[in-house]
């Protein structure tokens, strides 16, 4: 079975956007943060706030759309052997 590669692409930036999004607000409004923070050594312009949580949903969702597709490309390429191999 091979796997949709825009879908799991999708779905891992939405995974990833929305975590970083959810917890950047949940730090915030904690008031603490100083190892999220580190990820703005990673995130042009991504600090813990408000707007910090939307930076970090763009770039969540651009770098978990990027590890599912590699994901779902080598997934494909390494099922399409198998199922050669097995038939």
Do not use: C, P
């Amino acid at each position: 079975m091979k796997l949709r590669v825009l879908g799991v692409g999708v779905a891992g930036g939405v995974v990833l956007g929305l975590a970083i999004f959810v917890i950047t607000l949940f730090i915030y409004f904690q008031g603490g943060g100083v190892h999220l923070s580190l990820l703005a050594a990673i995130y042009w312009g991504y600090k813990v706030s408000v707007m910090g949580a939307f930076t970090g949903l763009a770039y969540g969702f651009i770098d978990g759309f990027i590890a599912g597709v590699i994901f779902a490309v080598v997934y494909n390429l390494l099922a399409g052997k198998e199922a050669t191999k097995a038939g």
